[in-house]
């Protein structure tokens, strides 16, 4: 079945830090790929996504590239900042047409904390 | 839009006692998801329906658990008897199903955090 493993967290950085999280997933197909935040006491919110191969999400200073042949989707920003901390979701989509309805599948998610 | 609703936003509760979960998805959105979120188990999804039927509830964890949707604007999951292995957040989520590899990404509520004592 389809999985998404992502780097082990907790992640702690200083404000303007090059940040780097690392997803790699399992799937038959062509899946699309998500990265969902959450900030504390909220639900998750799309950050940014690629539905093929090469495409790159972007959003909010964050980037992602689907990677087919190293099955990856990581996640990286610049210089990242306090407002930042939350915890980050990878995702991937059943691309089995027309029986998945949008379901996703999760990793176990990843807290970024970021220090001033 | 108001985004997809979830009430209560906090239910405290003692063991054995009913508890209802309440959703209100976005409107238009034909699919909805519940799922649930703890620091050891992470998030995980529970039932999902499209177009008002259930289409997958192998993730509901025992028969404790039940989850309904009487129509394209309202869902409820209840618990009955709650116990306190069950205090977790509970999320609700919606999007539209196109069929075929397009869907809109999926919404979440704000949860509702249910802590059975």
């Known amino acids: 079945g389809n999985s998404v493993t992502q780097m082990e967290g907790p992640v702690t950085l200083s404000e303007e830090a090059f940040l780097t999280i690392n997803c790699t997933y399992t799937?038959?197909?062509?899946?699309?790929l998500f990265w969902y935040v959450q900030y504390p006491g909220e639900g998750l919110q799309l950050l940014l996504k690629?539905?093929?191969?090469?495409d790159k999400g972007s959003n909010k200073g964050f980037e992602a590239t689907y990677r087919k042949e190293t099955t990856s989707f990581h996640l990286e920003k610049g210089s990242v900042q306090v407002s930042d901390s939350a915890v980050y979701f990878c995702?991937?989509?059943?691309?089995?047409?027309?029986?998945?309805?949008?379901?996703?599948?999760f990793g176990q998610g990843t807290i970024l904390t970021v220090h001033p | 839009d108001a985004g997809v609703i979830q009430s209560p936003r906090h239910e405290v509760t003692e063991m054995g006692q009913e508890v209802t979960l309440r959703c209100k998805p976005i409107s238009g959105h034909n699919s909805l998801f519940w799922y649930r979120q703890t620091m050891m188990r992470g998030l995980e999804l529970l039932i999902y329906f499209n177009n008002n039927v259930p289409i997958d509830d192998s993730g509901m964890p025992e028969d404790r658990f039940s989850a309904k949707m009487p129509n394209a604007s309202f869902s409820t999951l209840k618990i009955q008897p709650s116990e306190p292995r069950d205090s977790a957040v509970y999320f609700c989520?919606?999007?539209?199903?196109?069929?075929?590899?397009?869907?809109?990404?999926?919404?979440f509520g704000n949860g509702t955090r249910l802590t059975v004592t």
């Open positions: 989520a919606s999007s539209l199903s196109g069929g075929g590899k397009y869907n809109s990404p999926l919404h």
């Open positions: 690629a539905t093929k191969a090469d």
């Open positions: 799937a038959t197909g062509y899946p699309s």
């Open positions: 995702a991937l989509s059943d691309s089995s047409g027309g029986t998945s309805y949008g379901k996703l599948t």
